[in-house]
Nanobody
Framework: QVQLVESGGGLVQPGGSLKLSCKPSGFDAGGHAIAWFRQAPGKEREALSCSSIWEESPPYSEAVKGRFAISRDGVNKTVDLQLDSVIPEDTAVYFC???????????????????WGQGTQVTVAS
């Protein structure tokens, strides 16, 4: 059974940091692109970054470039998203999703990702 489970969400102060983890199971995550998205209340789902073992430089959305970093943890078999210098606008439910082999040019399109986790809430507030 294909499953992705996010963890690490919570309350963080502006300027703080948080690390989210995505644990895939039931399939070979190494053969798939794994992306992070987020969705704030009343807004569309927004792509943040994407990781593929076949591509060296992960893409990032302009909203998080330079503040967030995606990585694969080979020991824990997770795909992590490090959030630094968070701002209140980062408040959202964060999702990871599994897609095709590569992130590719259209990595920011949710329809390319066929399996999704349930999400983890991140709230940025003082």
């Amino acid at each position: 059974q294909v499953q992705l489970v996010e963890s690490g969400g919570g309350l963080v102060q502006p300027g703080g940091s948080l690390k989210l983890s995505c644990k895939p199971s039931g399939f070979d995550a190494g053969g798939h692109a794994i992306a992070w998205f987020r969705q704030a209340p009343g807004k569309e789902r927004e792509a943040l970054s994407c990781s593929s073992i076949w591509e060296e430089s992960p893409p990032y959305s302009e909203a998080v470039k330079g503040r967030f970093a995606i990585s694969r943890d080979g020991v824990n078999k997770t795909v992590d998203l490090q959030l630094d210098s968070v701002i209140p606008e980062d408040t959202a439910v964060y999702f990871c999703a599994a897609g095709p082999l590569r992130c590719g040019q259209f990595w920011n399109q949710p329809a390319r990702f066929t399996s999704w986790g349930q999400g983890t809430q991140v709230t940025v507030a003082s």
